[in-house]
């Protein structure tokens, strides 16, 4: 005995769930675009409150969010670093010199 059942269902095109994503990557999201970083070059703005800020992690304790929290809520990858792009290079140009520096110390 067996009992066909219907397991594809067409999905209804109108009644599409919008639950878990209620916004798309550029949406309006307060201040910004849902996510993405708003980085002029020197710079980041604020999805929270506007405001523009040369370190966004540390910046979001004024709302009462971690880095972490802030991403998440407006949808930010966790990878994404919350500083502009010219601070970045500057840490990055930092890291590989002394990464350098240490590996030539390493080095016989
Ligand atoms: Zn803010």
Redesign the pocket.
């Known amino acids: 005995m067996s009992v066909e059942t219907a397991k594809q269902r067409p999905r209804s095109m109108t009644g599409a769930p919008r639950v878990s994503y209620p916004l798309s990557v550029g949406d309006p999201d307060g201040?910004g675009s849902f996510a993405e970083l708003d980085d002029d070059g020197h710079t980041v703005g604020?999805?929270?409150?506007?405001?523009r800020?040369r370190n966004?992690g540390l910046?979001?304790r004024?709302?009462a969010m971690t880095a972490a929290e802030y991403r998440q809520a407006h949808g930010l990858s966790t990878g994404q670093a919350l500083i502009p792009a010219d601070l970045a290079r500057e840490l990055a140009e930092h890291s590989r010199n002394s990464s350098t520096s240490l590996a030539a110390r390493g080095e016989p």
């Open positions: 201040y604020c999805h929270e409150c506007g405001r800020s966004l910046h979001v004024v709302h």
